[in-house]
């Protein structure tokens, strides 16, 4: 009994919030005008990130707009006269920040903004979004990102697809492509260069980006793809003991970035000669985006994740991980009958055959140059690195 009292005492404060802070708004928009020069950003829940931060750097340079940016730390952030770091995260902050949401002429997120989703007639609201979705969404659809006007794509041949992870109609997406995409192009270099790994000697660096199975949301875990380190094919310790000293043998290194929606396993705390294991509090820790570091790689190494999509960009080898991928398709599914057909590279379903990737890099073999040519004219609209530019012109900014 206590148990079903206390779930409705929190249904009822949460609606009590959402309709405190639409009466808050509405109040707001009353008294006040809605201002073109003043654009308010968010990134990942909270975060200084992704293509938010990107086309912030943009319009900066521009000097002629004022910012507001929603982070949860903003001690934590840089001092700019033309910036207010603000946490709407929490009372009575999240007041103030409808006051600015009533306000601003635009408001750009990568995930969900405000908890308003209210909007009013002269403002803009424009979705980012993550990348090209090869995994099928989970969640609420288009209600959950909040009301925007417009989202973006990568391109025109990403549009169907985008529509449909997103739950909106094809018009309401624009391809243009990804800010963060312009940093990627723009830190395109070789692994010995990567920022993560200088003090290391090796051959070749292969990015490991594997999307998450166990999250730490828990109606986002793909229960049939769980294993006890976290990462697909090597599922035991013992598996990846034995890919470092194949890696040692060979002088290669695998830097593995971890989801930051991955639940926390045991072996991330472990070290390895060969495997160099991060998250994001090791990208921030040296001041850099993930988008900056991605590039600096010989070959990617990766699932079914957006960056796959992205890193067609850089014509660099890829290897794809996929011997979950019919439990994957059980539990979460996919975006499309056939999500080969956007993977540009070597199908990896056993440990011998990531071994011959790994060998393929090695040798500079790459037989896959052709199809990632014509992905990237078919997925991306924006491959010499201007979406800023495009986002910018298309919205007289």
Not at 138 to 154: E, Q, S, V
């Amino acid at each position: 009994m206590k148990f079903k009292i206390s779930n409705s005492f929190k249904l009822l404060a949460v609606r009590l919030f959402v309709f405190m802070n639409k009466l808050i708004y509405l109040l707001f928009k009353t008294f006040t005008k809605v201002d073109n020069n003043l654009i308010i950003f968010e990134g990942t829940m909270g975060r200084f990130d992704e293509s938010s931060w990107v086309f912030y750097h943009y319009l900066r340079e521009k000097r002629k707009y004022r910012f507001i940016w929603m982070v949860k730390r903003p001690e934590d952030m840089p001092t700019n006269e033309d910036t207010l770091f603000f946490n709407r995260y929490c009372f009575p902050n999240n007041i103030v920040a409808e006051y600015y949401y009533a306000k601003a002429g635009y408001s750009f997120y990568t995930h969900t903004t405000s908890a308003t989703k209210y909007k009013r007639l002269g403002q803009k609201k424009i979705f980012f979004g993550h990348g090209y979705a090869i995994k099928a969404g989970k969640g609420n659809g288009r209600n959950i990102y909040n009301n925007f006007d417009f989202g973006l794509a990568t391109g025109d041949g990403a549009i169907s697809t985008q529509a449909l992870f997103v739950g909106c109609e094809p018009h309401e997406l624009l391809p243009l492509g990804l800010p963060r995409n312009d940093l990627l192009i723009k830190n395109n270099g070789v692994g010995k260069d990567n920022p993560i790994v200088k003090d290391l000697s090796f051959k070749k660096l292969i990015l490991w980006m594997p999307t998450f199975r166990d999250s730490t949301v828990n109606n986002l875990s793909e229960s049939l793809c769980s294993t006890d380190t976290g990462l697909p094919l090597f599922d035991t310790e013992d598996k990846v003991v034995r890919l470092n000293s194949m890696l040692s043998q060979c002088d290669c290194v695998i830097l593995l970035k971890i989801h930051r929606l991955q639940m926390k396993k045991t072996i991330f705390n472990k070290k390895y000669s060969n495997i160099v294991i991060i998250t994001d509090k090791d990208i921030d820790a040296i001041h850099r985006q993930l988008y900056e570091i991605i590039g600096f790689s010989d070959a990617l190494l990766t699932d079914y994740s957006s960056v796959s999509v992205d890193y067609l960009l850089l014509d660099k080898p890829i290897g794809y991980i996929l011997n979950d991928m019919d439990y994957y398709k059980k539990d979460r599914g996919f975006t499309s009958d056939n999500p080969l057909d956007v993977m540009a590279g070597n199908y990896i379903y056993t440990e011998d055959d990531l071994y011959e990737f790994i060998s393929d890099v090695l040798k500079g073999k790459d037989d896959s140059k052709e199809k990632r040519h014509l992905l990237v004219k078919k997925l991306h609209n924006a491959p010499n690195g201007n979406s800023c530019e495009l986002i910018s012109q298309k919205f007289n900014l």
